[in-house]
């Protein structure tokens, strides 16, 4: 694949700590990729994002980032992710 992708924030959770100004979910459309808990940080006029620290294989067609730490919910595939499996 060549080109940029198109990336698209589906979720936001505001937080502010230190650098971090809160979670999101990012969506790469033309990879059919949903990534959760992106962490997204701010220092002055630099800004920055974190990609979470644990993969969830939820079936081997579609792949969904969680991050346990700032969920206290079981992650489970969204109805989208079921289509594609």
């Known amino acids: 694949m060549t ?4 990336a698209t924030v589906t979720d936001f959770h505001s937080l502010g700590r230190n650098t971090l100004r809160g979670f999101a979910a990012v969506r790469l459309a033309e990879l059919h990729l949903e990534i959760a808990g992106v962490a997204i940080h701010q220092k002055g006029d630099k800004r920055w994002v974190a990609l979470p620290s644990v993969l969830v294989l939820i079936s081997p067609a579609a792949l969904s980032f969680r991050r ?5 919910r079981i992650p489970t595939p969204t109805s989208e992710e079921r289509a594609h499996a």
């Open 68 to 72: 346990f730490a700032c969920s206290n």
């Open 3 to 6: 080109g940029k992708l198109t």
